[in-house]
């Protein structure tokens, strides 16, 4: 490996450990502070719009 590229691993490890690892995150979209709204939003909640769908 020369340098060039033990310079660009060296990079890439920084980027993708720093600030936080990592390239992509998943976000809630809804409100999910309860047992119910989490059960709306899991089984048996997600049933409904599943069959609606299919």
């Known amino acids: ?5 033990d310079d ?7 980027y993708h450990a720093e600030p936080i690892p990592g390239k992509t995150a998943t976000a809630l979209t809804k409100p ?4 119910d709204e989490l059960s ?3 089984t048996p909640g997600v049933a409904a719009p ?5």
Do not use: F, G, K, P
Request: proline letters at 0%; a positive charge.
């Open 1 to 5: 490996m020369t340098a060039n590229q």
């Open 8 to 14: 660009l691993s060296r990079a890439a490890l920084r």
């Open 32 to 35: 999910c502070e309860t047992q």
């Open 40 to 42: 709306l939003a899991y």
């Open 50 to 54: 599943v069959r609606a769908i299919a």
